[in-house]
């Protein structure tokens, strides 16, 4: 019988030999506004094989808005995005603490949590036995950016140089957080984990290396910890330049990074993290998915597996059509990762 979905991915996660490359197409709702049609014959003909479950949470009052509609949209921490347009996320222009000295003052969203622990579990349950496919938790923790959420992106960089002024006490706070609900997800029958933080620019980190060892690898090896004990799978998701932390996600036990491969060395990524963990897309949303030749995303793909791609696993063929994406050159993505073998 040919592997299901889920033992797809499992194989692959594990460098056991899955019978094709895994799938994952991530979806703004920009591009359902924009190519409807395209998008369903997109998913058609190639279904993903990675999938989250039913929601669980309870609804914060605190929030007001759509997170993906043009205008204001106040989170479950009390965050005020402004968004320009519809079909993606918007900004925060305005911090909630202005001084760090106030830091007691961030309430972290436990009401949203489940309730009755028992009933979400049943249904989260449900959800992962009826269906084939690899399971992500619902859950996304995400220590630094809700920091900059909270503080604003310039004082948090000020922040993590100057830590004794309550830095490491907010940090804490949102890190506690983030625990509680993972140790509700790792209580269910999901697959997988996911955890994420935007840390690079496009061209380096966004702070020291140094600092982020100090600070938030610790975090991250807790997530990792923690899921790796109930016989989950680690899954974290980062923008930008981060080959400089590359050996550190392999090294907490992150088994599979969705990062910008185009913005760095391949081959140093190969020679970093090959063999040692799932490569987990992607393919560059700034210039090959917006680009009206489809045999751009067909020469991506081969960069691609030319420097990380591993007949036992390793790699699973992953990107996001969003603003700006061609469903053309997607289609073509996704149909040159079937020929890889």
Known sequence: MPQTSRELVRNCLKFDSPERIPRDLWLLPWATQHFPEEVKQLEARFPSDITKPVAVYSRSALVEGDPYKAGQYIDEWGCVFTNLQDGCIGEVRNPII??????????PPYEILPDI??????????????????????????????????????????DVLEPENGFLDLLKRIHEFYLTEIEFWVSTDVDAIMFMDDWGSQSNLLISPHYWREFFKPLYRDYCNLTHSHNKFAFMHSD????????????????????????????????????KITFWGEIDRQ?????????????????????LYNPAGGIIAQFELGLGANPATANAIFEEWEKIH
């Open 98 to 107: 202005n001084d760090l000295a106030d830091w007691q003052q961030v309430k």
């Open 117 to 158: 622990k028992e009933l979400a579990r049943e249904k989260v349950n449900r959800f992962c036995h009826e269906t084939d496919l690899f399971v992500l938790s619902s859950c996304c923790p995400r220590p630094w950016e809700r920091y900059q959420f909270l503080r604003g992106v310039e004082n948090a960089m000020v």
């Open 240 to 275: 930008g330049q981060i080959s400089s932390i590359y050996a550190d996600l392999v090294e907490v036990g992150v088994d599979a990074i969705n990062s910008q491969l185009f913005c760095m060395n391949m081959k140093d990524l190969a020679k970093q993290a090959k063999g």
């Open 287 to 307: 210039h090959i998915l917006p680009s009206p030749d489809p045999q751009a995303g067909r020469d991506a793909v081969r960069e691609v597996a030319e420097h």
